[in-house]
């Protein structure tokens, strides 16, 4: 008798010494990002992070690290990869070197408003899903930028124009554009942009009206913005499978759920801040022009060239998606 009440006593304590941290206990991921705090991007991941937070009383808490503060833009997907950071948001386009089909969202001309970027990401999902299982990942979602357009202190009226200039590049993709064009590439991250503008190092670049903003290109001498609508960039939020797999359903579930909730919003506001971006621009004294016939003429032909490039670099896969993105 006294033995089995000390059995069960025993067994009692066992039972809530296991029990008691695992319900105070919760999940804790990090999430690093490359752009700034305020950026669209990483407010609608902050309200993911608070749904998700929300959705799972707490179990799962993520905490968003901004502009490169954990790990680089050109880090983070090996870094969720590898499990140091649990989940992440990547540019698809900046690790086209890694495999073509990452890149497909950053040739110009291809697929350059927001009606046929979503139609390209529908032709572009079923292939990113799974290479990314195959990389032990899952994609979250996944969000545009605004328009890239080019950015100058100088007037450009052609191609001509850009030669031998110091030009921005945040991808293979804006790298090659420099190389046709005749300018310098200089790889730099968002979250350096604005020292590499101030101190000279870049003198020209594509980007959206809301990277203008965010880097304050008019404090940097930047005059011109020719809103050439060339192709819309999207960035990715990128799991690591093992550790959404650790989750229980329930958490899995409202993971799943706020993410589809956080691309609806996403490409949403992407729409609106590029609105607001481009009177903020233009506030600040940069003019905001559509490129002429020659310049236009020119990027397209840069654009020709690199989509056959493209092609013949990303093979069957680089097929499926042109051929689903045309089908309509
Ligand atoms: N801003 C990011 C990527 C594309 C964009 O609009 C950048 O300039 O790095």
Redesign the pocket.
């Known amino acids: 008798m006294l033995k089995t009440r000390l059995i069960n006593a025993t067994l009692a304590a066992c039972s809530m010494a296991f029990a008691l941290p695992s319900m105070a206990q919760s999940i804790k991921w990090d999430m690093p990002t490359a752009y700034p705090a305020t950026n669209f991007h990483t407010v609608n991941i902050s309200q993911f992070a608070k749904d998700v937070d929300q959705a799972t009383g707490g179990k799962l808490k993520i905490t968003v690290h901004s502009n490169a503060s954990l790990f680089k833009a050109n880090e983070i997907k090996r870094a969720v990869q590898g499990g140091q950071a649990q989940v992440g948001e990547i540019?698809l386009s900046g690790y086209q070197n890694e495999w073509q089909v990452f890149g497909a969202d950053g040739l110009p001309f291809v697929a350059d408003s927001y009606e046929e970027a979503e139609r390209l990401y529908k032709a572009q999902k079923p292939v990113l899903d799974r290479k990314l299982a195959e990389q032990g990942l899952k994609l979250l979602f996944s969000v545009p930028?605004?328009p890239?357009g080019l950015y100058s202190s100088k007037p450009v009226n052609s191609a001509a124009d850009l030669k031998g200039s110091k030009w921005r590049a945040?991808s293979p993709a804006t790298s090659r554009i420099a190389e046709l064009v005749g300018a310098q590439p200089v790889t730099v991250?968002?979250a350096e942009?604005a020292q590499a503008l101030a101190t000279g190092a870049v003198e020209t670049n594509m980007?959206?009206a809301?990277?203008g903003v965010d880097s304050k290109f008019f404090d940097a001498g930047v005059k011109f913005y020719y809103d050439m609508q060339a192709w819309l960039?999207k960035n990715a939020v990128l799991v690591n499978q093992a550790a959404f797999s650790a989750l229980d359903k329930a958490a899995q579930e409202a993971v799943v759920k706020a993410a589809a909730a956080a691309e609806a919003r996403g490409w949403q506001e992407s729409k609106k801040v590029n609105e607001s971006a481009k009177a903020t621009l233009q506030k600040n004294k940069i003019s905001i022009e559509a490129p002429s016939t020659q310049l236009k003429a020119d990027m397209q032909r840069v654009g020709s060239s690199m989509l056959l490039e493209w092609l013949s670099k990303a093979g069957a896969d680089g097929k499926e998606i042109i051929d689903a993105f045309n089908k309509k």
């Open positions: 540019i930028w605004p890239q945040y991250q968002a942009l980007t959206s809301v990277t960039p």
